[in-house]
């Protein structure tokens, strides 16, 4: 054991030393594809599930962007059907002012028929009252006959109904004595049967019990026979078992020898442990380097990780500045939606209060004079900096809403005036027609003001008036004269 082992401590050749380093370098390899493998894998499945990912939130804003779009389309055809609805009011308020009149006549041609269909009736519920009248007297001499007859079938329908149960009533007494009988007659038959097929079973049993005995005798014999059968079969494996008992002695004896050469094996074993404690040393050292290159991967490995968390927090941020700026979108979209819902409803409001001109021509081409056009387009185009062109591009989409807006103000501004102008008319004519009001009727208000048409016992209620001097010859003026016109004539001329 000793040599043995001095000389597995012998140096390795040169030979062996480039098969050992080649050894680790191919293990080198296979190592450092495995890690190739394991990163393309790794990377991989990330790469999957971020586009797993990513399909799955371009389908979220692909739905949430469609309902969007459905809610938008409804409120498009909502707003359709309001305009539908509006227009066919309109044309139903023309139809009802043009109808008016036909069902203003067909109700006075309604009434005049009327008139002459409730004569007509009043007429022939007389004549039906008089007929009625004649109809209730032969209807009573009639009840009359027929009660009489009545009564007379109802006397003979009673005694023929007595009649007929007298004849039922013996019809089931006699009925129920023909079943008696009969029940007797079938309970009789019923235990003869009885009788008879108890009977039958016996024998049937008595033979079934003869036949089985005979069969249990037949089995019995066949059981001798087999049993006769085994015990001469037997005879030669006895004689076999024998001659094996002999053949198991021989083989105790080749064991014996067998276990002297397992001895000698385990010897060699033993040897051979020791080489083994060489080479595990050995692969004990091989382990270290692999450790060592492992830890080195190790290390690549957290690097990997820190940058692949890093890269995770960025696209995180990415999606959380993408969300909320969709978010805000999203809110700005739906503001300016609502602004025009507003504006379409107001559009739809003021576009009952049009005339027919304006739904015709809605926009006026322009208000500026030929003048003022040619002053325009004189004007030094260099004046207009970028900034300035901007803005006007920008409101150039709202030229024809203002013009709008300017026409319905001026409108406004001469509906006003023109009320104002009313109003004041309004207030003349009033002020006229009550004077004539109060010249022509008399209340305690008249009675009260001064009237010079209302004359009681030859005297109005006017101031008496001093008597006017006469015209002398001397006088150089003449006397004043009065010309008194109707109040009525006034106001006929005024209105």
């Known amino acids: 054991m000793s040599k043995k082992g001095k000389k597995a401590k012998v140096p390795l050749s040169d030979e062996e030393q480039l098969l050992l380093f080649q050894q680790k370098l191919l293990a080198e390899e296979e190592m450092a594809k495995k890690k ?8 991989k499945d990330k790469l999957a599930k971020e586009e797993h990912n ?11 962007w469609r309902t969007v779009l459905r809610e938008v389309k409804t409120k498009e055809l909502h707003k359709d059907i309001e305009i539908l609805s509006q227009t066919f009011e309109r044309v139903v308020d023309c139809k009802d002012s043009s109808l008016a009149k036909d069902l203003s006549e067909a109700e006075e041609q309604h009434a005049h028929a009327l008139r002459s269909h409730l004569h007509s009736i009043d007429q ?18 009639e009840l009359e006959a027929l009660t009489k007859e009545f009564e ?5 329908i009673i005694d023929q109904h007595e009649k007929e149960i007298h004849y039922l009533q013996d019809v089931f007494m006699a009925m129920e004595q023909n079943y008696i009988d009969s029940e007797y007659e079938s309970k009789l038959e019923f235990q003869s049967m009885w009788d008879d097929l108890k009977n039958k079973n016996l024998e049937e049993k008595h033979f079934l019990r003869l036949q089985l005995e005979n069969i249990v005798e037949d089995l019995w014999r066949r059981f001798q026979d087999a049993l006769k059968n085994y015990t001469d079969a037997t005879e030669d494996r006895k004689i076999a078992f024998e001659t094996l008992k002999v053949k198991d002695e021989k083989s105790s004896k080749e064991i014996e020898a ?3 050469k397992i001895q000698k094996l385990q010897d060699s074993i033993i040897i051979l442990k020791g080489k083994i404690l060489v080479h595990s040393r050995e692969s004990e050292e091989q382990n270290q380097d692999i450790r060592e290159d492992k830890e080195l991967v190790l290390v690549q490995l957290r690097k990997l990780k820190a940058q692949r968390t890093q890269a995770r927090g960025i696209a995180q941020e990415n999606l959380v500045k993408l969300t ?38 809605p926009f006026y081409s322009s208000v500026l004079t030929p003048k003022e056009q040619e002053e325009i387009e004189t004007m030094d185009l ?17 030229e024809n809403f203002w013009k709008r807006y300017n026409k319905v103000k001026l409108e406004q501004l001469s509906l006003r005036h023109r009320r104002a102008q009313l109003l004041e008319i309004n207030e003349k004519l009033r002020e006229m027609l009550r004077q004539y009001l109060d010249g022509i009727s ?3 208000e008249v009675l009260s003001q001064l009237n010079p048409l209302f004359i009681v016992n030859h005297r109005s209620n006017l101031p008496q008036l001093l008597p006017m001097p006469t015209a002398q010859p001397g006088d150089k003026k003449p006397p004043a004269t009065y010309s008194i016109i109707e109040a009525a004539h006034v106001v006929s001329h005024t209105l």
Request: charged share 35%; aromatic share 4%.
């Open 324 to 361: 909320l700026e969709s978010n805000a979108t999203l809110k700005a979209l739906r503001e300016i939606v609502n602004k025009g819902e507003k504006i379409l409803k107001l559009a739809e409001i003021c576009r009952k209060f049009e005339t027919e001109e304006e739904k015709v021509l």
């Open 54 to 64: 990513s399909a799955l939130n371009l389908n979220k804003i692909n739905t949430q």
């Open 36 to 43: 190739e493998r394991l990163l393309n894998q790794f990377l």
């Open 152 to 156: 007379t079938e109802r006397k003979t």
């Open 258 to 260: 067998q276990m002297k």
């Open 382 to 398: 260099e004046e207009f900096n970028e900034e300035l062109g901007k803005v006007i591009m920008d409101y150039k989409g709202m």
């Open 442 to 444: 008399v209340s305690d």
């Open 124 to 141: 022939l519920l007389a004549l039906q009252r008089c007929r009625l009248s004649l109809l209730e007297e032969n209807y009573n001499m």
